[in-house]
């Protein structure tokens, strides 16, 4: 994927970036990008919240990363987190090869564990906006702890990759269930193929 962007990409333009990566995904090898079909609900959510500091949960090859930072307004942050240090190696250089690198600061480790430090590491005081797109038997227990972290403020929203496709149903559960939450679900499509899968968007009621 990394060769395919340093071959197909032009530096520092971002929407190259995700085309090489998109051609490369369909048509030689499929990968757990977000993708172009959902990447699309995620660039209008995006649009629509503006926000000025974004969490990634589950960074991988950079994909959704570069997605995100290229929309985001001058002086927006967004942190992204990955514990595979392999992964995290080619995200920072698709993201670099992107230019991107001034808005996006990639954290590696496990999200459990960085997610208390984000406060005094980075200095965020809330989130505006969370990608969620890593285990996806993790997505409950780390917005549980971003609640309990403080981390989430009225308002917040919350987009969560895959509730279909593998499926995220105890997360799905708690967030059509919960009186915190105002929940909707975006039908798309698994990346690069015909399968359902969709996005569901949480904003967080305080
Ligand atoms: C300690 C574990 C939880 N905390 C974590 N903290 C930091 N990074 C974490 C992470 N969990 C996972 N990660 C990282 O996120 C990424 C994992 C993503 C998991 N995603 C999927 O399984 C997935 C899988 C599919 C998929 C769909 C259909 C199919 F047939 C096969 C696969 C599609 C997707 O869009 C997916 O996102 C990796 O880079 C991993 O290293
Ligand atoms: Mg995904």
């Given at each position: 994927m990394l060769k395919a962007v340093?071959?197909?990409?032009?530096?520092?333009?971002?929407?190259?970036?995700?085309?090489?990566?998109?051609?490369?995904?369909?048509?030689?090898?499929?990968?757990?990008?977000?993708?172009?079909?959902?990447?699309?609900?995620?660039?209008?959510?995006?649009?629509?919240?503006?926000?000025?500091?974004?969490?990634?949960?589950?960074?991988y090859c950079g994909y959704s990363t570069v997605r995100i930072a290229r929309l985001l307004s001058p002086g927006s942050k967004l942190i992204t987190v990955e514990f595979n240090p392999a992964f995290a190696a080619?995200?920072?250089?698709?993201?670099?090869?992107?230019?991107?690198?001034?808005?996006?600061?990639?954290?590696e480790g496990p999200s459990g564990d960085l997610i208390p430090k984000l406060r005094e590491r980075f200095g965020v005081k809330s989130f505006d906006f969370v990608f969620l797109d890593h285990w996806k038997d993790r997505y409950l227990l780390d917005t549980k702890l971003l609640e309990d972290c403080g981390l989430l403020q009225k308002g917040t929203v919350l987009l969560a990759d895959n509730v279909i496709c593998p499926g995220t149903p105890e997360y799905l559960k708690y967030v059509r269930s919960s009186p915190r939450y105002e929940s909707r679900y975006y039908k798309s499509n698994l990346e690069y193929t015909k399968l359902e899968d969709g996005l569901e968007k949480s904003v967080f009621l305080g």
């Open positions: 340093q071959k197909n990409a032009t530096k520092g333009d971002p929407q190259s970036v995700i085309s090489a990566i998109d051609h490369y995904c369909r048509n030689k090898e499929w990968a757990m990008n977000v993708g172009d079909d959902k990447g699309l609900i995620l660039d209008s959510v995006l649009t629509e919240v503006n926000p000025s500091a974004a969490l990634e949960l589950g960074t080619v995200a920072r250089q698709i993201i670099a090869y992107a230019g991107l690198q001034d808005k996006v600061t990639l954290v």
